[in-house]
Every structure is written in C-alpha cells, then in structure tokens.
Nanobody, 126 residues
Framework: QVQLVQSGGGLVQAGGSLTLSCVASGGIFRTLAFGWYREAPGGQRDLVAS???????NYGDSVKGRFTISRDNAKRTVYLQMNSLKPEDTAVYYC????????????????????WGQGTQVTVSS
C-alpha cells in the first residue's frame, strides 16, 4: 500500500510560481509512475503532468513550457514546479501513483492510477 502526502500550494498572483511536493510512503518508489491532476470547481479531473518510473515526462497542452514534473527517488518525492501561473490554473491539485504494469511506461488516464494524495488548493489571482 502506498500513501501520498502532498504539500505546497496556496495563493499566488498571476505570473508567479509555486512548487507542489508529494511524498510517498510504502511501496517500491523507484517502480512507481506518478501523475499530477487538477480539478477546477465544476470541472473534471484533468492530467497536468506525468512521469514514468524511468523519468519520462508528459504534460497537458495547457501547461507545456510552464510546468515541470520531477522525481527524487532518494527522497521518495515527486515535485510539480509551476511557473508563469495563470488564473485558469486555479484548481485543487492531486498527486497520484501507479503500480508498475508490464509493457506500460506512461500513464495518462486517472483510472490507471492506484493511489491518490489528499489534494491541495492552488489559487492564482489576476
């Protein structure tokens, strides 16, 4: 069983930066794939970024060039660095982890993830 604890987030002005962290306990960290999702009020949970066990990253179109996902296996932590934030980035952000599956490298749909963090609010003011 994997537990995910998120930190970071908060209120920032447009154009600013924030970093979200997600610490995983349990499981074999280096074999897990991770994703960051976000859910705006009245919206669906959308993929922001994902990173494979080997470090291959994937981004949603709306955040490409502004957000960076990374992982530190020694610290059992996944990060989401968010730059040039826009009011439309306002949402609750969730960290998610997926167990390794044969032949699967990139995980892009929420149903593929096995564990979820508690969520953290990011609010970007204009």
């Amino acid at each position: 069983q994997v537990q995910l604890v998120q930190s970071g987030g908060g209120l920032v002005q447009a154009g600013g930066s924030l970093t979200l962290s997600c610490v995983a306990s349990g499981g074999i960290f280096r074999t897990l794939a991770f994703g960051w999702y976000r859910e705006a009020p009245g919206g669906q949970r959308d993929l922001v970024a994902s990173i494979s066990a080997g470090g291959t990253s994937n981004y949603g179109d709306s955040v490409k060039g502004r957000f960076t996902i990374s992982r530190d296996n020694a610290k059992r932590t996944v990060y989401l660095q968010m730059n040039s934030l826009k009011p439309e980035d306002t949402a609750v952000y969730y960290c998610a982890a997926a167990n390794a599956r044969a032949g699967k490298i990139v995980y892009t749909t929420s149903g593929e993830y096995d564990y979820w963090g508690q969520g953290t609010q990011v609010t970007v003011s204009s």
